[in-house]
């Protein structure tokens, strides 16, 4: 069945990195859009970055910048690679795929992605 695992989540001082990966399994990877979303408390599940298999992206204007996504078809790996990381970027990060190539513009609508991972959190302190 299709598994979605995510890693590298911790904590860091505000303007420190982290990498996120997500490894997936149980589909044909490289045919499926994949995406990267975050949920705090009491906030709704934001969309922070997309990817196509031809590599096409879309961001998250709160992330431009800072965050690049990227994948590795041969490990069959997401990534999220955050830079420069602020106190509002804690959250829940997930991992989710989505069967269909996505437009880019719609790389970071939940409702379109089938499977999800079960999160790794990431806490910036100030």
């Known amino acids: 069945q299709v598994q979605l695992v995510e890693s590298g989540g911790g904590s860091v001082q505000s303007g420190g990195s982290l990498t996120l990966s997500c490894l997936a399994s149980g589909f044909t990877y490289s045919t499926y859009s994949m995406a990267w979303f975050r949920q705090s408390p009491g906030k709704e599940r934001e969309g922070v970055a997309g990817?196509?298999?031809?590599?096409?992206?879309n961001y998250a204007d709160s992330v431009k910048g800072r965050f690049t996504i990227s994948q590795d078809n041969a490990r069959n790996t997401l990534y999220l690679q955050m830079n420069s990381l602020k106190p509002e970027d804690t959250a829940m990060y997930y991992c989710?795929?989505?069967?269909?190539?996505?437009?880019?513009?719609?790389?970071?609508?939940?409702?379109?992605?089938?499977?999800w991972g079960r999160g790794t959190q990431v806490t910036v302190s100030t």
């Open positions: 989710a795929a989505s069967p269909t190539q996505l437009r880019w513009w719609r790389l970071l609508q939940s409702s379109l992605h089938t499977y």
């Open positions: 990817i196509r298999s031809d590599g096409t992206t």
